[in-house]
């Protein structure tokens, strides 16, 4: 059955976008979005941390505020006790509180395994949403995190990881892309998405789709986390980076060699990862500036977008 077309649908499912938006009224629109995950920690309290800012982070790719959530959760009843349910919840009010988004509601069901997330709904000006697909030739392209939390979490739990990379690795899957979203909307980006199971060619592979541009990119500008490499090296690689390089390799271009523990690093999947902005290249330096004052200290100019080849992703050294 064919799917009714509505005018107030702004952005649905005819594009493969990070969050739907519904408008309301001339100023008002909705941004509605929903992700669940199984946890990548052990922690309760900082897996539902990392969970609400999972969820958060679609409606702030869109340049959005959220201001309402919906938690839910599948929990393995007689297998886990309460009291981790109450903490994985206790730490997703943190960071809903951090946000300025109210929960009003939520679900749970009995699973064999947990599984905790948020339907987020917020709202922003018909005219000022951000899409995968608005990128403009001459546009620099921004990574506000750095890549490695697949990776990571992989060595994590192969017990590899000590308690101070154990910590980083935590801060940044809960640290909020509110700020990066702000800065990104005050300064006019042209396009923005959140680089998550995908990994960076994954999600930058829809922008170029969207957008019918392509992208530049230099290897040695985009940022690691701490111990990326060196797991990667040792073949610590999550099942989805596999699976996300056979599906989109197809779509690179290199100038050089890469490595393999590079390719492995380009299609990490991420968890809770930074946003790719496509910033006017007048304002693209100002808005690297900004981000970096806001706490995304090792947010980098990564590329560019290009005319030409339409739908491809050149890796430059």
């Known amino acids: 059955m064919p799917i009714k077309s509505y005018p107030e649908v702004l952005v649905g499912l005819e594009k493969a976008d990070d969050a739907g938006v519904y408008q309301l009224t001339p100023d008002i629109a909705l941004v509605q979005t929903i992700d669940v995950i199984t946890p990548v920690v052990d922690d309760p309290f900082a897996f ?7 969820s958060l982070s ?17 929990f393995p009843i007689g297998k886990m006790e309460i009291e981790s349910l109450r ?13 300025g988004c109210a929960l009003v509601g939520g679900h749970s069901v009995k699973d064999e395994d947990i599984k905790f997330g ?36 992989t060595a994590l739990k192969g017990g590899q990881l000590n308690d ?23 300064l006019g980006a042209h396009a923005a998405t959140d680089i998550t199971g995908f990994g960076l060619i994954g999600h930058a592979a829809e922008m170029v789709t969207l957008g019918e541009v392509g992208f530049k990119l230099n290897w040695n500008k985009i940022p690691l986390m701490d111990g990326a490499e ?35 690093v380009l299609f990490d999947p ?28 090792a947010a980098a100019i990564i590329g560019e977008v290009v005319a030409e080849p339409k739908g491809r992703i ?3 050294e």
């Open 270 to 297: 991420q968890t809770s990862g930074g946003l790719l902005i496509a910033a006017p290249e007048s304002v693209a330096d100002e808005m690297l500036l900004r981000i970096r004052n806001r706490g995304f200290t």
């Open 230 to 264: 060196r797991w990667a090296r040792a073949g610590l690689i999550p099942g989805g980076a596999h699976s996300n390089r056979e599906y989109r390799e197809n779509i690179l271009d290199t100038e050089f060699e890469l490595e393999e523990w590079m390719l492995d």
């Open 118 to 153: 948020l339907s987020v709904t917020g709202v922003i000006h018909p005219k000022k949403i951000l899409t995968k697909g608005g990128g403009r030739p001459g546009d620099k392209l921004i990574l506000t995190k750095p890549l490695g939390t697949g990776i990571l979490n």
């Open 164 to 186: 101070d990379e154990t910590a980083a690795v935590i801060a940044q899957m809960i640290t909020l892309n509110k700020a990066a979203a702000e800065v990104m909307a005050g």
């Open 314 to 316: 050149i890796i430059t």
């Open 58 to 74: 679609d409606v702030y790719a869109m340049g959005g505020r959220p201001v309402t959530a919906m938690s839910f959760v599948g």
């Open 87 to 99: 903490l994985i919840l206790e730490g997703a009010l943190s960071k809903l509180n951090e946000a």
């Open 48 to 54: 539902g941390q990392v969970a609400a800012a999972n």
